[in-house]
């Protein structure tokens, strides 16, 4: 498996934008997928973004359409998510996964990755 470090979250303000950045050390992950999902306090984990390995391909949540960007640098081993107009509905921890496959559709879920991050918080005040 892909051992992976979230960083770069924090408290922001509405409106205002975080860039979370996920290592990878290990295995090396550029030959899959890899994706974004985001835990509330008493929700399910959502999926956020993902980026496939063949053809740079983006998939995004519908909440985060327009406002989040997903991206890769595979010589860095690192993936990022950019995240402006931030909102309250985007507090949650963010978790990073890779070593994904995608099954096509269009649709991700957490069953199509093998390696997770521990999490990094974000908090969107009011």
């Known amino acids: 498996q892909v051992q992976l470090v979230e960083s770069g979250g924090g408290l922001v303000q509405v409106g205002g934008s975080l860039k979370l950045s996920c290592a990878a050390s290990?295995?090396?992950?550029?030959?899959?997928?890899v994706g974004w999902f985001r835990q509330a306090p008493g929700k399910e984990r959502e999926f956020v973004a993902a980026?496939?390995?063949?053809?740079?391909?983006?998939y995004y949540g519908d909440s985060v359409k327009g406002r989040f960007t997903i991206s890769r640098d595979n010589a860095k081993n690192t993936a990022y998510l950019q995240m402006n107009s931030l909102k309250p509905e985007d507090t949650a921890v963010y978790y990073c996964a890779a070593e994904g496959v995608y099954r096509g559709g269009g649709n991700w879920s957490e069953a199509d990755f093998r390696s997770w991050g521990q999490g990094t918080p974000v908090t969107v005040s009011s």
């Open positions: 290990g295995r090396t992950f550029s030959a899959y997928a």
């Open positions: 980026m496939t390995w063949i053809g740079d391909l983006r």
